[in-house]
Nanobody
């Protein structure tokens, strides 16, 4: 099993910045990708970005969000800048298993509990 714990959410002013972190523990050798989703009220979760083991470890999304992964520490971060009220959502960390390493985890994925990000106008 893999456990994911997010930190760093909270209230920020329009135009401000926040950094979210997610630490994985447990069977981390079974993790292939790690990333971030967000969920707006009444909506489905949507993918922000994910980082695959062995691929680029930093990705920039629309110039405002940067997802980065520290594979050695099993941490994935989400740096958010120039935040807008429409970014207000619950942000979830996500991990997908490596089925070559852990084939018994087929059909399994892992989620953190989510952290609220609120951007005031």
């Amino acid at each position: 099993q893999v456990q994911l714990v997010e930190s760093g959410g909270g209230l920020v002013e329009n135009g401000g910045s926040l950094r979210l972190s997610c630490a994985a523990s447990g069977d981390t050798k079974c993790i292939s990708s790690m990333g971030w989703y967000r969920q707006f009220p009444g909506k489905e979760r949507e993918l922000i970005e994910e980082i695959f083991r062995g691929g680029p470890q930093t990705k920039v999304i629309k110039g405002r969000f940067t997802v980065s992964r520290d594979g050695a520490k099993n941490i994935v971060n989400l740096q958010m800048t120039n935040l807008k009220p429409e970014d207000t959502a619950i942000y979830f960390c996500y991990a997908d298993p490596d089925l070559d390493t852990c084939p018994d985890l087929i059909g399994t994925d892992y989620w953190g509990r989510g952290t609220q990000v609120t951007v005031s106008s």
